[in-house]
């Protein structure tokens, strides 16, 4: 079975800081893919990233970048000049979509809290 | 605006008594998803539809159910079977197939007094 492990229950940083949030996945499958979702106060899931696993190039979406080492099954989050709004439980996520059930795979969740 | 969106925001059950939960999309998603958060967990999958009066079960589906009966609803019912349904309960909805993200709707807070 898949599984998902984040191994930081809560991170801090200063605000304008950079900010580094891990994951590690154990499958067998090769055909995968990986998400870093958002949950703020709000309790809303918002997706921030996401990786194909067959692609080598890391997957960057503004100040949100990843490291994907397939080898390794690592999977980190990087959060560039953190805001304040960038608050909130980061959940790792997998899915194998040559599976019947598209069913995402949560971690835990790292909740990161940014100081002013 | 298109979305997705789930009522009660808040949800108060005695004991023994079913419940049920609403979410609603109108994104034209093919595949409906429910979920449960429990505090410091991530979520699990209860239930998945990929049609319309079509639905599976996920990993924790004991003492739920669900129907699908238009492609825009996919209602949760708690029922009385559900040993420890006090939780965060959230809705998604996806076009079915390969990187399709799933999006979320604001989820409901059910409580069991």
């Known amino acids: 079975a898949q599984t998902v492990t984040q191994s930081q229950p809560e991170m801090s940083v200063q605000e304008a800081e950079t900010v580094t949030l891990s994951c590690t996945y154990d499958?067998?499958?090769?055909?995968?893919?990986l998400f870093w979702y958002k949950q703020p106060p709000s309790r809303q899931m918002i997706l921030v990233i996401r990786?194909?696993?067959?692609?080598?190039q890391n997957a960057t979406e503004n100040r949100f970048s990843v490291n994907f080492q397939k080898a390794a099954k690592s999977f980190s989050l990087k959060i560039s000049d953190s805001q304040l709004g960038d608050a909130a439980m980061y959940f790792c996520v997998y899915v194998n979509y040559g599976g019947a059930t598209n069913k995402l795979i949560f971690g835990t969740g790292t909740l990161l809290a940014v100081q002013p | 605006d298109g979305g997705i969106t789930q009522s009660p925001k808040y949800l108060f059950r005695k004991e023994g008594q079913n419940v049920t939960l609403s979410c609603e999309q109108n994104l034209n998603h093919d595949a409906m998803y429910w979920y449960r958060q429990d505090p410091g967990q991530g979520l699990r999958l209860i239930y998945y539809s990929q049609i319309v009066n079509d639905f599976q079960k996920g990993d924790i589906a004991e003492g739920y159910s669900v129907s699908r009966e238009k492609k825009e609803s996919f209602p949760l019912t708690v029922t009385s079977a559900q040993k420890n349904p006090t939780a965060f309960y959230l809705c998604a909805s996806s076009i079915w197939g390969r990187n399709n993200e799933q999006f979320f709707g604001p989820g409901t807070r059910l409580t069991v007094l």
């Open positions: 990786q194909e696993a067959y692609k080598q």
């Open positions: 499958t067998s499958e090769s055909d995968y893919y």
